[in-house]
């Protein structure tokens, strides 16, 4: 079972930016968790229900913007909020076409953190709902014997019961060549 419990994570290697921002989401009702570098986020396991990552650009080691890259290759599913002090037009395009969800220039209002905040967990919440179906559906098609999965991809290209019956009652039979063999 898995928790549907939305978790907002912070990386940041500034102390000061941490602790506050974990005392923010503490006052806004959210679960959270900090870390000082992307590394150690990585090193956790990821949350099971819908997650937001704060994170900065610019921190030694991994940035966030190779940190970004980590998830994707991971194949991880967390949605980024990106926040920095010295952003650029190239770094919030290019973060954005890779998934983000927003890049805040520091210092940012409250208000827009939390809305950044929202549509994170709304679209992560979307992501693992979509995920779940699909592996409620492959769970499903497990059962199927052969033939009903040749059936059944028949019916998804969308032939009718008799068209579907003549398909594959000509796969069953013999090839006149190999009839005498």
Known sequence: MTSSTPFVFVIDDDESVRRGLKRFLRSANYESEVFK?????????????????IVDVQMP?????DF???LI???????LVFITGHGNIPMCARVMKAGAVDFLPK???????????EDA??????????????NEA??????LTPREFEVMQLVIRGMLNKQSAVSLAWRRKP???NAGD
Do not use: M, T
């Not at 967990?121 to 699909?134: D, I, K, P, T, Y």
């Open 121 to 134: 967990l709304h679209r992560s919440a979307g992501q693992r709902s979509r995920a779940a179906e699909r």
């Open 175 to 177: 090839s006149k060549s």
């Open 68 to 70: 970004q890259q980590a």
């Open 138 to 143: 492959r769970r499903l098609l497990d059962f």
């Open 73 to 79: 290759q991971r194949r991880r599913e967390e949605q």
């Open 61 to 65: 080691g991994i940035n966030g913007i």
């Open 37 to 53: 570098s992307a590394s150690d986020f990585l090193a956790r396991a990821p949350h099971p229900g819908p997650a937001c990552v």
């Open 107 to 117: 210092p940012f209002k409250s208000r827009e953190l939390l809305k950044c905040i």
